[in-house]
């Protein structure tokens, strides 16, 4: 089992950045797919962001692709999701979690999930 605690969200300005971090306990984080969703109010849980185990693929969704880059550093056992060109629709509560799935973009594939980081983007 993998504990995960997102961190780094704010408020910024549009245009700003902002680099969330997933830090994992336990040993076994190398093996998972890291993934990072968003859900802003009133809104379904959506795929932001993924990266394989060994960090060799990334995948993205068309709305951040050139905006956002996804990382991770397994000897810290760590993700990151750095988040550049801020928009307002950005403005959401972000989370990670993990899978045994490549590709992987939908919740049902994912579990260990984290609290989540609010990340709000004003105009």
């Known amino acids: 089992q993998v504990q995960l605690v997102e961190s780094g969200g704010g408020l910024v300005q549009a245009g700003g950045s902002l680099r969330l971090s997933c830090a994992a306990s336990?040993?076994?984080?190398?093996?998972?797919?890291m993934g990072w969703f968003r859900q802003a109010p009133g809104k379904e849980r959506e795929f932001v962001a993924a990266?394989?185990?060994?960090?060799?693929?990334?995948d993205y969704t068309d709305s951040v692709k050139g905006r956002f880059t996804i990382s991770r550093d397994n000897a810290k056992t760590t993700a990151y999701l750095q988040m550049n060109s801020l928009k307002s629709e950005d403005t959401a509560v972000y989370f990670c979690?993990?899978?045994?799935?490549?590709?992987?973009?939908?919740?049902?594939?994912?579990?260990?999930w984290g609290q989540g980081t609010q990340v709000t983007v004003s105009l």
């Open positions: 336990g040993r076994t984080f190398s093996r998972y797919v």
């Open positions: 979690a993990t899978s045994n799935r490549w590709p992987s973009t939908q919740t049902s594939e994912y579990y260990n």
């Open positions: 990266i394989m185990a060994n960090g060799g693929l990334t």
